[in-house]
């Protein structure tokens, strides 16, 4: 099993519709988690953190489940800006150090494609 | 800021050649990684620096490659002697304590 899987998709969805995907890790051991964003041909870049609590930015949320050790990432209200590929990000320590970095895991991505 | 500068953008060499590729991370961040990125194997994490010190460098694939930091604004990747299976775009990011990465907008290789 690998230890962060995605699904690849395509995600292929209309403007304007909710579209969700998650992220499973096997560490237990886990304690920090991103989302990334990365368009075609382009490196990839921090959307958002993900906290115990969840958070929110503006039309996504992110949400860790420690009990079934994953993340989801929730887009509302999709655009067709938001046509990408988004990477989960685990790694082993918290924020403070990054003593376990070669442990620090990116997913192979999920592609979403909104179409008009 | 500039961000994390890599050069070049892109880089076409022959087999057996050698192939340095470049990075200056943003100032203050203390972690500079290098990571190769294809389409079967995603990104990998190839070594990376806490504060011009190499850390870890359990990723990088063999002895053809090697990693220098000698100052906190430069980096560089070398692949002596390169090979076709080393074409892959080529990611430096760096960070500070704390926060996730910026990344630099790669250098993409081919080695025909």
């Known amino acids: 099993r690998k230890e962060v899987e995605q699904d690849p998709g395509p995600f292929n969805v209309p403007e304007g519709a909710t579209v969700a995907f998650n992220c499973t890790y096997s560490?237990?051991?886990?304690?920090?988690f991103f989302w990334y964003r990365q368009d075609c041909r382009k490196e990839p870049k921090l959307l958002m953190s993900?906290?115990?609590s969840g958070n929110e930015d503006g039309r996504f949320t992110a949400q860790l489940n420690r009990a079934s050790q994953y993340i989801s990432l929730l887009i509302r209200d999709s655009k067709l800006s938001d046509s990408a590929t988004y990477l989960c990000?685990?790694?082993?320590?918290?924020?403070?150090?990054?003593?376990?970095?070669?442990?620090?895991?990116f997913g192979s991505g999920t592609r979403l494609s909104i179409r008009p | 800021d500039a961000g994390v500068i890599q050069s070049p953008r892109h880089e076409v060499t022959e087999m057996g050649q050698e192939v340095t590729l470049r990075c200056k991370p943003i100032?203050?961040?203390?972690?500079l990684f290098w990571y190769r990125q294809t389409m079967m194997r995603g990104l990998e994490l190839l070594i990376y620096f806490n504060n011009n010190v190499p850390i870890d460098d359990s990723g990088m694939p063999e002895d053809r490659f090697s990693a220098k930091m000698p100052n906190a604004s430069f980096s560089t990747l070398k692949i002596q002697p390169s090979e076709p299976r080393d074409s892959a775009v080529y990611f430096c990011a760096s960070s500070p304590l704390k926060d996730g990465y910026t990344f630099g907008s790669g250098t993409r290789l081919t080695v025909v």
């Open positions: 100032s203050g961040h203390d972690y």
């Open positions: 990000v685990v790694t082993p320590s918290g924020l403070r150090g990054y003593s376990s970095a070669s442990k620090i895991i």
């Open positions: 560490n237990s051991a886990s304690q920090s």
């Open positions: 993900v906290y115990s």
